[in-house]
């Protein structure tokens, strides 16, 4: 039974639309993470938070944003999406500073 | 700079072979952690061990073993007998200190496994 939920699973959209990927944890973990992953297989992290109203960029650079109001919740918005932010994008949760990722299934977005 | 490289991005297998995934680190810190995660076609990421800097001992849990060396900062991964089910991406990880805690995961870029009947 999965910890970490993200949703919608799949997703197909049309260029400029306006989207927010959810990611839930019910683990009460404060470090959250969003991966972006390329069709190439490489994990990019794009945002990371440590706590309630605690968000970073991650190491590649992203137009998306994020935001944690709550422990559990760490939704991703792209405001205008465009072709490029084709992707599978992770999202992933920790408990302490020895890492160890709990991750959730993903969410594929094509934008066409 | 903290970095993991996975120099194989393919490696295919006949079942019931032995098959060794290679990771290999750089780090300037004493204390870290490395992780193996699986990733299967369905995409979720599945976590499988993690080793501290200071434990070389090797690790053995079924059919999937781990040899860690830091002598040649090399963390290579084992799966004895290969099976169908074991076809996946698969992920070498290194923990990097940020501001003084360990716990972002800097990811190689994967090996895929592919192993046939």
């Known amino acids: 039974e999965a910890d970490i939920y993200q949703t919608p699973r799949y997703l197909v959209i049309g260029t400029g639309k306006k989207i927010t990927l959810e990611c839930s944890q019910t683990?009460?973990?404060?470090?959250m993470y969003w991966y972006q992953q390329d069709p190439g297989m490489e994990l990019h992290l794009i945002h990371y938070?440590?706590?309630?109203?605690?968000?970073e960029k991650g190491d590649l650079s992203s137009e998306s944003t994020v935001s944690r109001i709550r422990t559990e919740h760490f939704p991703l918005t792209l405001e205008s999406a465009r072709p490029s932010h084709t992707s599978q994008y992770l999202c992933?949760?920790?408990?302490?500073?020895?890492?160890?990722?709990?991750f959730g299934s993903g969410t594929r977005l094509t934008v066409v | 700079a903290q970095k993991v490289t996975q120099a194989q991005t393919e490696i295919s297998v006949v079942e019931k072979e032995d098959v060794t995934l290679d990771c290999v680190y750089e780090?300037?810190?004493?204390?870290?952690?490395l992780f193996w995660y699986k990733q299967p076609p369905s995409g979720e990421l599945v976590f499988l061990i993690r080793?501290?800097?200071?434990?070389?001992q090797n690790e053995i849990s079924g059919r999937y073993s781990w040899n860690f060396q830091k002598s040649t900062s090399s963390f290579n991964f084992t799966i004895t007998a290969s099976q169908v089910v074991d076809s996946a991406v698969y992920f070498c990880?290194?923990?990097?200190?940020?501001?003084?805690?360990?716990?972002?995961?800097?990811f190689g870029t994967g090996t895929l496994l592919a192993v046939q009947p």
């Open positions: 992933a949760s920790s408990e302490d500073a020895l890492g160890g990722y709990t």
């Open positions: 683990m009460g973990h404060d470090k």
């Open positions: 938070s440590y706590g309630v109203n605690s968000t």
């Open positions: 780090t300037r810190d004493t204390t870290y952690y």
């Open positions: 080793r501290n800097s200071f434990d070389e």
């Open positions: 990880a290194l923990s990097e200190m940020d501001g003084g805690a360990t716990n972002k995961l800097i």
